[in-house]
């Protein structure tokens, strides 16, 4: 996954939908319990997570010679819970072409 530059941008893409769902269910319970330190901790983690993203996109944007729509529209799913996920089961795959016969062919 890690060998080209459409597999770093969907790790990426993962890491992001899991630190946001992480933050988006367990944020309020954490909250109300009073454990603030626990929430600060998940959130910086969803920050560092969602700044490396946008430095994926900007390498997949140039590595894969994508318009600036495609890294705009990932952008833009990120703030949609499973949004990231849904990206990449259907559209990133579908605009590169990189489907389960191809990777299996490659290997």
Do not use: C
């Not at 430095?55 to 990231?84: C, E, Q």
């Amino acid at each position: 996954m890690l060998r080209t530059p459409l597999g770093r941008v969907r790790l990426m893409l993962w890491i992001q939908a899991i630190a946001y769902l992480a933050i988006l269910f367990t944020h309020q319970p954490l909250q109300a319990a009073g454990l603030t330190q626990a929430v600060m901790a998940i959130g910086n983690i969803y920050r560092v997570s969602f700044l490396l993203l946008l430095v994926a996109l900007i390498y997949g944007k140039t590595a894969l010679h994508w318009p600036i729509r495609r890294p705009l529209f990932i952008m833009f799913a990120s703030f949609i819970p499973f949004g990231l996920m849904i990206m990449d089961f259907v559209w990133v795959r579908k605009w590169t072409g990189d489907s389960a016969a191809e990777q299996r062919a490659a290997s």
